[in-house]
């Protein structure tokens, strides 16, 4: 499977911003797709992911009730909804997709074998 993001940019604190990521080549009934981040000098860190089957959802403790993660079946895209954004959100946003990822892994970088280009987000105060 192949990952193309896109959507990131500048906002204000307060704004929103939506990221998209269109995946190709597989199906993806068997998959998991994440959204990470990561800022300068900071690890990878986990932001949300979607079982694609189920549409089960799963959020980091710092983005719940502000993001929401979800999928088009019919573009074969999972979307990032990005709300009340401040500027501790800023970081280089990647999207990811991991083949059967147990439940226990799903917020762990290494469980995803593929993975998107970075888009950048930037948050102004």
């Known amino acids: 499977v192949q990952l193309q993001a896109s959507g990131g940019g500048l906002v204000q604190a307060g704004g929103s911003l939506r990221l998209s990521c269109a995946a190709s080549?597989?199906?993806?009934?068997?998959?998991?797709m994440g959204w990470f981040r990561q800022a300068p000098g900071k690890e990878r860190e986990f932001v949300a992911a979607v079982r694609w089957s189920a549409g089960s959802t799963y959020y980091a403790d710092s983005v719940k009730g502000r993001f929401t993660i979800s999928r088009d079946n019919t573009k074969n895209t999972v979307y990032l909804q990005m709300n009340s954004l401040n500027p501790e959100d800023t970081a280089v946003y990647y999207c990811?997709?991991?083949?059967?990822?147990?439940?226990?892994?799903?917020?762990?970088?290494?469980?995803?074998?593929?993975w998107g280009q970075g888009t950048q987000v930037t948050v102004s105060s």
């Open positions: 990811a997709a991991g083949l059967r990822t147990i439940v226990g892994m799903i917020r762990v970088p290494s469980s995803y074998g593929t």
């Open positions: 080549g597989r199906t993806l009934s068997s998959y998991v």
